[in-house]
């Protein structure tokens, strides 16, 4: 009779009070040094040179017969799911970064990156 009520108390603690489950990490896109990103300079840095300090980018776009559109993207982070008798939510934090940059003849002649923390 101990083991019953006992059971009971636990599944009511749970309705009442719901539960946590913190997913595993996850990952998006592929993750590249983002401090080299101070060793790119307009004009000068090439596609060879870009690979060199990041690898391959996760897209590339031809825009002209000249111009290209790489992207270097990574974001990563851990979710919580927070469950109760009437609700559920689900929290998000982690990192993203972005490497966006415009190429000429195989010449850097523009670039932005964005490096922040993402909380959900």
Do not use: H
């Amino acid at each position: 009779m101990k083991s019953i009520s006992l059971v009971a108390v636990v599944v009511v603690s749970l309705v009442v009070f719901g539960c946590t489950q913190i997913m595993p990490p996850s990952s998006m896109g592929r993750d590249f040094p983002g401090e080299n990103v101070g060793k790119i300079v307009r004009g000068k840095t090439t596609d060879k040179d870009l690979i060199q300090m990041f690898g391959e980018p996760l897209s590339k776009t031809l825009i002209s017969e000249t111009d290209k559109n790489w992207i270097y993207t990574y974001s990563s982070g851990t979710a919580t799911i927070v469950r109760t008798f009437t609700t559920v939510e689900t929290k998000y934090e982690g990192n993203a970064k972005t490497l966006d940059i415009l190429l000429k003849n195989g010449v850097v002649t523009n670039f932005t990156f964005t490096d922040r923390l993402v909380i959900q």
